[in-house]
């Protein structure tokens, strides 16, 4: 049998793009939300490098209103993979004048990021951050090259970019610029689960079905905390939720759902006909939201 | 989505696990319809979500279209939505029950060969669509010719727009046979199929046509589930480009020295005699390893690391092979250039060079003539590359590289050149 099945090929293709940052970069780093995306990264750079420990550290952006159990499970997996880890503050960003905080009921701190990021990656010199993109996620982002190039305002020019061809990766920059890097850009959202399937990877808790304090908000379901504002007439109630996605507690939507194992959690997905990033608040304030937010340095 | 089931109907991680990957690329003029074609082939094939097709309904009805405009499922930016142009390369995903599929979606106008070669570069098939009421026109002997520069495997030629033609079997057998006589000078022996379509309705896309029944050799997506892909990656070269080396420094793996990389032809076993270049040193295989994991043999395109029975000085860019069986090796290359910068080329410039895992820098000594792809005419008084131009080139390197012909190895065979200053790529080149 000389023909690798299609999750292999794209494992493969994976670990080499990993492999080929750690020899093309000084100073990679691998951005973790504590999402299933940037989980199987992790799985990813540890299969690229074993039987040495993964060579980049995790950096994980925090807008503070994560849900709990991302922060436990991102402890947790640190631990596991004797990994290094990297807290870039969104509270601090706001603490030091860095950003203004948004008001109103919609307010997230997703678009803070950018500048919490940006300026992670200043403050590390980091050159290179391999993140979970995949282009299957959002229009702009099937326009994603495997090495993206940032100029030295953390920068996406999407009209301008350099051609990608073979498996030949061009990761030559100047001083203050750097790249992101996306090494699962082939991988569908199905072909993520059915990877985590196959590897048996854990995930945190919230991928799973359980009750939580929720609110509907323009049909889609939003877990309640203290510090998101209610409309009149937006009622809390007690729900069995899980999460598709996870990002920040105020952008991330939830499904009804009493899946609680990965084979109940694949059967819903095949069934589904919406896809996982329809129910992110982000995306959702323009047609270009997403690209407009890659531009300015977005994840 | 019902697909992926077993025969109790149940979606199935089985059937999924087994599916094949098939890359292809689809290249036509503006206003043939290859944005539609796609559209259809996602939206037949039940793969856009809901939240998508109201997008594209909302949009639709802001720019004042009558019906349905599949076109803007697959055009990503913003600028490409207001002109109603596509300006990059998009990757687009869908799977069957057989095969998952990559879509490298690339924009038909003339000053985009870039973006088409780009995207061709990765593909195991291509669609080459024509318009039924235009027929094989320059625009096609282009795609046809940048499809075999690439040496694609497998060429799908969809005759489109079959509906304006009234579904007449003869207007399909003449660009047929128009199609032909270009495409045996350009690829003889190669896999080409021809089928008719009509993306607008669907006709022969993922469903039989009902108005050419005189057709009867399967739809496009029967096409691509069926084409044999299994002999597309160089299976008889031993090649393992080195591209990083793992050095664990713990206690329980001490003394390990690995070489990482991704396999770029043939196969490798464990005991095998090899050979590394450029030093000429041979050694035998000690283990093949994937993670926690060691296996008997590997072949392309699978990431692995090699051990092996001696200590060698090997480092990133280094090559190594099968003992009996080693690339050519020089400083001297010849490609066919496809430039993909408004800068022309500099003769004499100095470039870097991106091959494989090596990096070296070269000198661009001749440009020996540039290709009117139109007239496949070889314009030897033509000195000056420019964007988009494909050229024969005689580049003279720092180091030797090792390398096969690009007909022989995709991966072996091509390099990138890199402008030193700016750090842009500037062109894509495949090895004679």
Redesign the interface.
């Known amino acids: 049998m000389?023909?690798?099945?299609?999750?292999?090929?794209?494992?493969?293709?994976a670990?080499?793009v990993i492999?080929?940052v750690?020899?093309q970069f000084e100073r990679p780093s691998l951005l973790f939300s504590g999402g299933k995306d940037s989980i199987v990264l992790v799985y990813l750079a540890?299969?690229?490098?074993?039987?040495?420990?993964i060579l980049f550290p995790l950096v994980h952006i925090d807008t503070g209103h994560n849900f709990d159990e991302t922060l436990l499970f991102r402890d947790a997996l640190v631990e596991k993979f004797h990994a290094r880890l990297i807290v870039g503050s969104v509270q601090e960003s706001i603490d030091t004048g860095r950003v203004v905080e948004e008001q109103g009921y919609n307010a997230s701190r997703n678009i803070l990021q950018t500048v919490t990021l940006l300026d992670t990656i200043e403050k590390y010199k980091f050159d290179a951050a391999i993140g979970g993109g995949r282009?299957?996620e959002e229009?702009?982002?099937?326009?994603e090259r495997f090495f993206s190039h940032r100029d030295e305002f953390g920068q996406w020019d999407?009209?301008n970019?350099?051609?990608?061809?073979?498996?030949?990766f061009?990761g030559?920059?100047?001083m203050g610029e750097h790249f992101r890097v996306f090494p699962i850009?082939?991988w569908?959202e199905?072909?993520i689960w059915?990877y985590i399937?196959?590897e048996n990877i854990d995930l945190p808790s919230i991928y799973y079905t359980h009750e939580r304090k929720v609110f509907n908000r323009d049909g889609v379901w939003l877990a309640w905390a203290p510090f998101m504002k209610l409309k009149e007439k937006e009622m809390v109630e007690i729900r069995k939720v899980r999460c598709r996605t996870v990002g920040d507690i105020t952008c991330t939507g939830l499904s009804l759902s009493t899946a609680n194992s990965l084979?109940d959690i694949?059967?819903e997905i095949?069934?589904?006909?919406?896809?996982e990033r329809?129910g992110r608040y982000d995306d959702q304030r323009s047609?270009?939201a997403m690209?407009d937010r890659k531009k300015e340095g977005y994840f | 989505?019902?697909?992926?089931q077993d025969s109790s109907g149940?979606?199935s991680?089985k059937v999924?696990?087994?599916?094949?990957?098939l890359r292809f690329t689809t290249a036509g003029s503006v206003d043939d319809g290859k944005s539609t074609l796609i559209g259809r082939l996602l939206y037949d094939s039940k793969s856009i979500?809901?939240?998508?097709l109201d997008?594209v309904k909302k949009?639709s009805l802001k720019k004042g279209s009558e019906h349905l405009n599949l076109a803007l499922l697959t055009?990503?930016?913003?600028?490409e939505?207001e002109q109603g142009i596509t300006?990059?390369?998009?990757?687009?995903?869908f799977?069957t029950p057989h095969?998952?599929f990559?879509i490298a979606d690339t924009p038909g106008h003339i000053q985009y060969t870039?973006?088409m070669?780009?995207g061709a570069?990765?593909a195991n098939a291509a669609i080459i669509l024509i318009d039924a009421r235009n027929g094989v026109t320059e625009q096609t002997h282009r795609h046809a010719y940048i499809a075999s520069l690439l040496e694609i495997p497998h060429i799908i030629v969809c005759i489109n727009k079959m509906d304006l033609q009234d579904y007449r079997e003869e207007v399909f057998n003449r660009i047929k046979t128009d199609f032909k006589s270009f495409s045996d000078q350009v690829f003889p022996g190669k896999d080409v199929r021809f089928i008719p379509i009509s993306a607008l309705h669907g006709d022969n896309v993922v469903d039989p046509s009902e108005n050419m029944d005189w057709y009867q050799e399967g739809t496009l997506l029967q096409a691509l589930e069926n084409i044999p892909?299994?002999n597309d990656h160089n299976?008889t070269d031993g090649r393992f480009p080195v591209?990083?080396i793992?050095?664990?420094?713990?206690n329980?793996?001490h003394d390990?020295r690995?070489y990482?990389?991704?396999i770029a032809g043939g196969?490798f076993h464990k005991g095998d005699r090899i050979l590394v270049l450029p030093s000429r040193i041979p050694s035998v295989i000690t283990s093949i390893?994937?993670?926690?994991n060691t296996q008997e043999e590997a072949?392309a395109?699978?990431?692995v690391?090699l051990t092996l029975a001696d200590a060698i000085d090997i480092s990133?860019g280094d090559m190594i092979v099968q003992e009996n069986n080693i690339p050519r090796e020089s400083t001297t290359i010849e490609v066919m250039l496809c430039w993909?910068n408004q800068r022309p080329l500099q003769v004499n410039g100095k470039y870097?060079v991106?091959?494989?895992?090596r990096d070296v820098r070269c000198m661009v000594r001749e440009v020996k003539y540039i290709l009117n792809i139109n007239t496949l005419e070889k314009q030897e008084e033509e000195k000056v590359v420019k964007l988009n131009d494909i050229a024969c080139v005689m580049l003279l390197t720092t180091k030797p590289l090792f390398y096969d012909p690009y007909s022989v190895n995709?991966?072996t065979g091509?390099?990138?050149l890199?402008d030193e200053s700016t750090?842009?790529?500037m062109g894509?080149g495949m090895i004679l």
């Open positions: 000389c023909q690798l099945r299609h999750l292999q090929e794209l494992e493969s293709e670990i080499f492999r080929e750690a020899a540890q299969k690229a490098f074993w039987p040495a420990r282009r299957d229009k702009a982002r099937a326009k999407p009209k970019q350099r051609p990608e061809l073979w498996n030949i061009n030559k920059k100047r850009s082939n569908t199905m072909d059915q399937l196959h084979e694949i059967r095949a069934a589904t006909r919406v896809t329809g047609d270009a690209e | 989505m019902t697909k992926h149940e979606f991680s999924y696990l087994e599916m094949e990957l979500f809901e939240d998508q997008a949009a055009d990503g930016l913003r600028a939505r300006i990059d390369v998009a990757y687009r995903y799977a095969r998952k990559i870039r973006n070669v780009t570069s990765t892909i299994s299976l591209q990083f793992i050095r664990p420094e713990s329980e793996f390990y690995g990482a990389g991704r196969f390893n994937t993670f926690n072949f395109p699978m990431s690391t990133r993909m870097a991106k091959h494989t895992t995709r991966i091509s390099l990138i890199i750090n842009e790529t894509a």
